[in-house]
Each structure stands twice: as structure tokens, then as C-alpha cells.
């Protein structure tokens, strides 16, 4: 199963940063009428909406800080920084000791992207009114991308003097994710959505942290708490395909992937929803759909940075025993590692996928049959080069892990059914080096001694020296005294001396 992505966690930082939680200082309903109907020539007609502005603030209203800000915040919701930052000196020079001006000067600087200017600015605001709720929100979330530890400090010490401010908890819940701590971000949360008034968002954002911190069921039932209230949500008809997949509800999850992909053109699906609807139709055994579904994945991960897609699409094709297929996604797999270093395992899984690709081409019944003589010569063919490749790759796992019996046991198993006739002895090497390897470990597996011991007094009798071939004939009856094979063998034996 494919790790929780980053493309998917990118979409719910920001679906959590988005909430705004508090309005400036109103102004008087006259005032900001006129503020309003200026700021809208803004961007059509600067000069205009400049000279509207001076007009506004002649007068008794030269002073009004809360009238400077509001035409300060025009300025900057229209991205006019440099007209922004001026209306904010104006402020501070009327009254620098305002919490409401110091905010907006903070909120200059942060559009000049001076994080650590705009949150002094902050920090001021807090001096002047301790019970500006709104100056330690926009603190913790100006630090949130930068340094979230100190957005956990600013939110933490506003709990502490206000434990009544519910809301804190909604912000510390965007702290911790952001600083992956998942789990505390859902506590978090939980907290708020106990204690707080969700709104109809906070179900998507809550079903979203419970979902990473793997509670399906729970992330399930806010989901559909919020889908009731509003059915059109991307992120909550995503959840909803993706927890019913977690729960193994397989049918409902298929129906939940139908409405959430009813725009394919959408372009805010990101590959992790194709991977999971995969993994619907996989199930389902849809294998051409399944197919078609881990292709877009592989498609959206622009970047390449998730190779675990074609790692689970090969092991969709070996469920299949398409065993071309499977390989050629394991090599993209493979290829996609970071770094180029896989680790053993990988390497193993790889090699068995074409030990178990040679095991597949069968010969035909009749390969005297017109037709069939052709087909078993290229099949011949494809299986050594299978088998080859196969013991390439176990030879790299014991070079690895040479205290390991795999690479070896793997080598013995190629090897063999390179020499199906044991009349060359291939695999003798590689099944005494596992068996001195397992024979070293108490608790090995019973069926893979026997194994070991049994190739060996089977090559033994090929090469007619029987007293060795009784030594392993006698451990396998050790092991299992009611060999039936042992027994036989010795028998037969026997009968030659």
C-alpha cells in the first residue's frame, strides 16, 4: 500500500489555511460605503480611486486610523502593495501604539514577504490589545510554512490566557500538520469540533486529519456528516471513495468513485485518486479499467515522485500473471528510487518476479504439433533469458546479505530449473551455501532444509555416490521421520548395495 502522498497533503494544508477567522475594526456603515465604491476603480482607473481617496481622508478624517487602514486593505486586496504600504506609514505616524494599525503594517510587510517584520508587527499589536485574538492568528499563521513550531508557541500562549477561545484549537490543528505531526492535529481538532461550532467546512478538514491519522471509520462518518451539508465538496467526495476503500467497502466504494470522477477534466484530481481507483476496479476484477486507472496515476505524478505507483501496478499484473507487464513496472519502480539504491528486498522481489516469469512458459502438450514446435523453441528461449536475468539479480541479494540464506536459496531454485535433469548439477553450490546458512539458525524452516538436503541427495544418486546421498536422505528423516521420500530413496538404495 502506497504511502500517503504529497500532492494529496499539499491540497489539505492549504484546504486548512484557508479559513479566516476575524473582520477589521468596522468602520462607520457611511465610511465604508465610500471605501467600497472607490476601491472597485482600483484596478480600472488608479488615478481616479487615488484622488477619491485623498478627498476621503482631508479633514476630520486626516486621523481616522481605522478609515487609513480600510483604504490601506483596498489597496492591498487589489495587490497595489507599494499604495498599501503608504496608507500604513500614514497610520502608524497618526497612531503607532494601535493594535489595529500595527496589524495592517504587518500585514504590508508579510505581502512583501518580510515574515519576520510583518510578525514583530504582531507581536506589537499583542502588546497594545493582549486580547487581540486576530494579531496571534496572523503571527502563528505567517510563521506556518516558515517555522510552525513558533506558530504552536504564539497559538499555546493565546490558549493559555484565553482558554475560552475555542477556535485556537482549529489554528494549532494547522500548526501540527504542517509540522507532520498528525496526530497532535487531530487532537486538535477533535477538541475544536467538541467544544466549537463547526462550520460546514470543518467536517472536510476534520474527515481529512482523521483519515491521515488512518481512523476510516470516524473520517467516514464526518464526511458524510459533511457531504450532507454540502454535496458538491471535491475534498469530501475524495474522502469518501478513499475511506470506503480503507474500510474494504469495495461496491460503495466504486459507486463514491463514480461521482467523484463525474468531471474527468477536472484538474484537481491528483494521482493518489486515480491509484485508489485502481485499487477499486483491481478488486473488483475491472483488470483492462484497473489498468487504464494506474496509467493516469503514473501520469499525474508529474514529477516522479512516488515510483511506489508502478511498484503496486506490477503487483496488480503479477495477481494477473502478466509477468512482461510486471516486470517492466517493477524496472520503472525500481528506477524511480531515489538515490537509484534499492534495498534487498527489492532487489529479492524483483528477481522472483522473473524466476516466477520462467515458470509460467509452459511447453505445449503436443510440441510435435504443427505450430507448437515454433512456439516451445521461443518459449525455451524466453525462459533461459527469464532464468538468467533471474539469477543475476539473487547473486546481487547474497552479495548483499551474505549471512542470509535467500539469495543463495533463490540461486538454487533458478539454477535448477535452468537444469531440470540435474545432470549438470547447477544448483548443488547454491543449495549447500543456504543449507550451511539455515543449518546455522535453530529456527528454520523445516520444508526449506528438506529441500536443500533433498537436491543434494537427489545429485548425489545422479552421480552414483550413494554413501553421500544417504547422509541427506538420513537429516531429512531427522527432521521428519515419516518422510515418505526419504524413505523410498534409502530404500532403493539399499537395494544397489
Not at 11 to 24: D, E, G, K, V
Not at 257 to 284: G, I, S
Not at 384 to 407: H, M, W
Request: charged share 25%; aromatic share 12%; net charge negative.
Amino acid at each position: 500500500m502506497i504511502m500517503k502522498n504529497k500532492v494529496f497533503g499539499i491540497l489539505c494544508c492549504s484546504f486548512l489555511l484557508s479559513a479566516s477567522l476575524y473582520a477589521q475594526e468596522p468602520l462607520s456603515s457611511e465610511l465604508s460605503k465610500q471605501v467600497e465604491q472607490i476601491a472597485a476603480t482600483i484596478k480600472d482607473n488608479p488615478s481616479a480611486a487615488a484622488e477619491g481617496f485623498d478627498e476621503l481622508v482631508k479633514g476630520k478624517n486626516k486621523k481616522n486610523v481605522s478609515l487609513l487602514v480600510a483604504i490601506g486593505n483596498a489597496y492591498l486586496e487589489n495587490e497595489k502593495i507599494a499604495e498599501a504600504k503608504d496608507y500604513a506609514e500614514r497610520a502608524m505616524k497618526v497612531d503607532s501604539k494601535s493594535a489595529v494599525t500595527c496589524m495592517f503594517a504587518g500585514d504590508v510587510a508579510l505581502a512583501e514577504k518580510n515574515v519576520g517584520t510583518a510578525c514583530g508587527y504582531y507581536e506589537q499589536a499583542i502588546l497594545f490589545d493582549e486580547d487581540s485574538f486576530e494579531a496571534y492568528y496572523k503571527y502563528a499563521r505567517a510563521y506556518i510554512g516558515v517555522n510552525p513550531q513558533l506558530s504552536v508557541d504564539k497559538l499555546m500562549e493565546l490558549k493559555s490566557k484565553h482558554p475560552e477561545e475555542i477556535n485556537v484549537d482549529r489554528e494549532l490543528a494547522v500548526a501540527y500538520y504542517q509540522m507532520g505531526k498528525n496526530s497532535l492535529a487531530k487532537q486538535s481538532y477533535d477538541e475544536f469540533m467538541q467544544r466549537g461550532t463547526p462550520e460546514k467546512s470543518d467536517y472536510g478538514r476534520y474527515a481529512m486529519l482523521l483519515y491521515l491519522n488512518k481512523d476510516y471509520a470516524k473520517s467516514l462518518e464526518m464526511t458524510e456528516k459533511g457531504v450532507s451539508m454540502d454535496p458538491e465538496s471535491h475534498l469530501l467526495r475524495r474522502l469518501k471513495m478513499y475511506n470506503l476503500y480503507e474500510l474494504k467497502s469495495y461496491d460503495e466504494g466504486l459507486k463514491a468513485a463514480d461521482v467523484f470522477f463525474q468531471d474527468p477534466e477536472n484538474p484537481d484530481y491528483v494521482y493518489l485518486d486515480y491509484l485508489y481507483r485502481a485499487r477499486l476496479y483491481f478488486l473488483h476484477g475491472d483488470q483492462d479499467l484497473a489498468i487504464a486507472e494506474f496509467n493516469k496515476a503514473l501520469e499525474a505524478d508529474k514529477d516522479k515522485e512516488h515510483p511506489d505507483i508502478a511498484k503496486e501496478a506490477s503487483q496488480a499484473y503479477e495477481k494477473w500473471q502478466n509477468y512482461p507487464e510486471a516486470i517492466r513496472m517493477y524496472q520503472l519502480y525500481l528506477d524511480g528510487l531515489k538515490g537509484g539504491e534499492e534495498n534487498v528486498s527489492d532487489l529479492f522481489l524483483f528477481g522472483r518476479l522473473y524466476y516466477m516469469a520462467a515458470g509460467s512458459l509452459v511447453a505445449p502438450a503436443d510440441s510435435t504439433a504443427a505450430g507448437n514446435a515454433a512456439v516451445a523453441a521461443v518459449d525455451t528461449i524466453q525462459k533461459k533469458a527469464y532464468l538468467v536475468e533471474a539469477d543475476t539479480i539473487f547473486a546481487q541479494v547474497s552479495e548483499r546479505v551474505p549471512d542470509n540464506y535467500l539469495g543463495y536459496f533463490w540461486r538454487a531454485r533458478t539454477n535448477a530449473m535452468l537444469d531440470p535433469e540435474t545432470t549438470q548439477g547447477l544448483a548443488k553450490p547454491y543449495y549447500e551455501k543456504a543449507l550451511s546458512v539455515l543449518e546455522q539458525n535453530p529456527n528454520a524452516s523445516k520444508s526449506l532444509l528438506i529441500e536443500c538436503q533433498s537436491y543434494l541427495a537427489y545429485y548425489y544418486i545422479q552421480v552414483k555416490d550413494f554413501e553421500q546421498s544417504k547422509i541427506y536422505w538420513n537429516k531429512n528423516l531427522a527432521i521428519d521421520p515419516e518422510n515418505a521420500t526419504a524413505k523410498q530413496a534409502l530404500e532403493w538404495i539399499e537395494t544397489l548395495q
